[in-house]
């Protein structure tokens, strides 16, 4: 009989293992401690939405909605439904659905797996998960400097260097119908140095073009009209205001006139945090403020800004500067030998774990429970800190043996302790004596 076909992911769906899986806590550890210092609460929104949630909020002519969502019609009901691509739409869907802001401005942080059906590539899958902020009902530039403050906050204390930001003001729709205009006049004149996809966003979404990474057009875009030149006077005083907070915070950026985001929805801020260590796919977070939205979909006039990184790109990123030391798999691994041994053990195991601290249980596999050898091998390899072994002469005598794993060699000191002491001599060593900052106690009296 012939074995099966071998199943594997979808190309650009990839799986988190184990080895990789101490980074992501620790990034999501990290940002989920930040963004609840500066006060911002999660939300949970759907993987599914209506199709036109999309096509509404990101808009029509974007790469997004025209080639790279992942849509389908219900078979239950006929409905048009999208695997989301991104997550502001959502939330600001579940803040109007729910009424969120009625009783004034709020914080939201999300996270999540995002879907885009687009060329698998380093640092671009087509699942590919997101962390995202998004403040509603704050008008002024002091939120945008918040926003970007909490981003130099979370490089900080990941250790990411080599990241730098740019910023930009695209002001608001009348300034940058103005500004429309002359951009097509100028690309019409410039006609012959188009490529085929600026010709085919020439009337459509012109500003697009200016983000274009075709070498051969970059000359000519660089003389194009800049929307900075046709910011009025309040769209110039937030941009301002919003480069005073950070000039006053020793935020280092570069203002890029070409940085304009590709969805419909921004307005006035937008910013991006590029680095150069990930080739071609530099960006790690961007955002700004898109105040049209909520009204776009049909709320009430309320001011947004917010951003999103790709998770992906930082811990590749995170890797890049140096993995940080992975932490153990446990506080303690459980050794045993003999049937009233592994009894005993898996008593004394739940009592450690009542007491707060991690416990992996040594459990038989298809050649057998081993010998004492051979699970302290496995003992070893779990980054346990200490072993507690049981045997027959620990049971006959009511003890275990309790043995430091982590110090030199000469250091692993092995005591005997009475059974119903074990458990307090663990939490005072691991907790309060030589392994204090062992990452993964978690002790609660």
Known sequence: MSKPEKIVAIKGMNDILPGDAPLWELFENTTETI?????????????????????????AVTDIVEKEMYSFTDSMNGDQLTLRPEGTAGAVRAVLEHNLAYDGPKRLWYKGPMFRHERPQRGRYRQFFQFGAEAFGFSGPDIDAELIMLCRRLWDDLGIENVRLELNSIGNAEERNRHRADLIAYFERHEDLLDAEAKRRLHANPLRILDTKNPAMQEMVGGAPRLLDYLGEESLAHFEGLKKIL?????????????????????????????????????????????????????????????????ERIIELMKAMGEPAAPGQCDVYMVHQGEEAQMLAFTLAERIRDAGLDVVLHCATPSGVGSFKSQMKKADASGAAF??????????????????????????????????????HLVDQIVGGHDHDHDHVHYHP
């Open 387 to 424: 072993a507690v072994i049981i045997g027959e002469d620990e049971v006959a005598q009511g003890v275990a043996a309790v043995k430091s794993l982590r110090g030199e060699a000469g250091e692993q000191q092995q005591e005997t302790v009475a059974l119903e002491n074990v458990v307090d």
């Open 35 to 59: 963004l609840k210092s500066y006060g911002y609460q999660k939300i949970v929104t759907p993987i599914v939405e209506e199709t036109k949630l999309f096509a509404r909020a990101i808009g």
């Open 247 to 311: 000039d006053r915070n020793a935020i280092q950026y570069t203002v890029n006139p070409r940085l304009v985001r590709g969805l419909d929805y921004y307005n006035r801020t937008v910013f991006e945090w590029v680095t150069d260590e990930l080739g071609a796919q530099g960006t790690i977070c961007a955002g700004g403020r898109y105040d049209p939205l909520i009204e776009q979909l049909g709320g009430k006039a309320t001011p947004a800004v917010g951003f999103a990184m790709g998770m």
